[in-house]
T-cell receptor, first 114, second 111 residues
Framework: DQQVKQNSPSLSVQEGRISILNCDYT??????FLWYKKYPAEGPTFLIS?????DKNEDGRFTVFLNKSAKHLSLHIVPSQPGDSAVYFC?????????????FGKGTLLTVNP | DAGITQSPRHKVTETGTPVTLRCHQT?????MYWYRQDPGHGLRLIHY???????DKGEVSDGYSVSRSKTEDFLLTLESATSSQTSVYFC??????????FGEGSRLTVL
C-alpha cells in the first residue's frame, strides 16, 4: 500500500511561470515532510521540508504548503527556471525514534521550457 | 557535500553471483540507509542502520542483507543476484534535522 502518492508522473511549465507539484499521504502518523530534487545520474538532493505543526515553509523560490486535514502537501516554485527541470520526490517521516526513516513517493518529472 | 562515497559506481554481473555495495561516510553519522530507485517506483528503502551492528529491514529487503561493523561503513550484499535487482542503489545518511543526504548512486546490472 503506497503511503506517499505523487499522482502526476510529469509536469511541463513555461519559464517564469509557477510550478505546482502535489503529494498526498495516507499515514496519519507522518509528522515531517520533505521535498527532494533529482537530476539524472546524480543522487537526490534535499530541497525543503515542513513540520506538521506548520502549514507553510518558504525558502527563496520554493514554498511548501501542508494541509493536514486533507493529508496533502504541495511544492510551489516561483518563478520556474530551466535549471529546475528534474524529478521531484515527496517524502514523509513518522518520527520513529531509532527507527527513523523516510517514505518516498514515485516522483514527478518537471520540465521547464525556455 | 555530506561526505558519502559509494563503491562501485557501476557494476555488471551475472545472475546467481554475489554482489556487495559499499557506502562510506566521513562524518560519523549514526543513521545510514540503502534505497533503490526504479522507474515507476521512486525510491524504496531496502535496509537501514541506527548504529554499529544495529540494522533493520525496509519495505523491499528480500534478497538483500546488510552489515555495519563500524560507524563509517554500511555494506549491502546481494547473496545471489537476480535480474529483478538491476537498479540504481543509493546510500544515505541522516543529518542533524530530519533530512537524509544521499550519495551519488551505484548502478547495478544483473544479466
Amino acid at each position: 500500500d503506497q503511503q506517499v502518492k505523487q499522482n502526476s508522473p510529469s509536469l511541463s511549465v513555461q519559464e517564469g511561470r509557477i510550478s505546482i507539484l502535489n503529494c498526498d499521504y495516507t499515514n496519519s502518523m507522518f509528522d515531517y515532510f520533505l521535498w527532494y530534487k533529482k537530476y539524472p545520474a546524480e543522487g537526490p538532493t534535499f530541497l525543503i521540508s515542513i513540520s506538521s505543526i506548520k502549514d507553510k515553509n518558504e525558502d527563496g523560490r520554493f514554498t511548501v504548503f501542508l494541509n493536514k486535514s486533507a493529508k496533502h502537501l504541495s511544492l510551489h516554485i516561483v518563478p520556474s527556471q530551466p535549471g529546475d527541470s528534474a524529478v521531484y520526490f515527496c517524502a514523509a517521516s513518522d518520527g520513529g525514534g531509532s527507527n527513523y526513516k523516510l517514505t518516498f513517493g514515485k516522483g514527478t518529472l518537471l520540465t521547464v521550457n525556455p | 557535500d555530506a561526505g558519502i562515497t559509494q563503491s562501485p559506481r557501476h557494476k555488471v554481473t551475472e545472475t546467481g553471483t554475489p554482489v556487495t555495495l559499499r557506502c562510506h561516510q566521513t562524518e560519523n553519522h549514526r543513521y545510514m540507509y540503502w534505497y533503490r530507485q526504479d522507474p515507476g517506483h521512486g525510491l524504496r528503502l531496502i535496509h537501514y542502520s541506527y548504529g554499529v551492528k544495529d540494522t533493520d529491514k525496509g519495505e523491499v529487503s528480500d534478497g538483500y542483507s546488510v552489515s555495519r561493523s563500524k560507524t563509517e561503513d554500511f555494506l549491502l550484499t546481494l547473496e545471489s543476484a537476480t535480474s529483478s535487482q538491476t537498479s540504481v542503489y543509493f546510500c544515505a545518511i541522516k543529518g542533524g534535522g530530519g533530512e537524509l543526504f544521499f550519495g551519488e548512486g551505484s548502478r547495478l546490472t544483473v544479466l
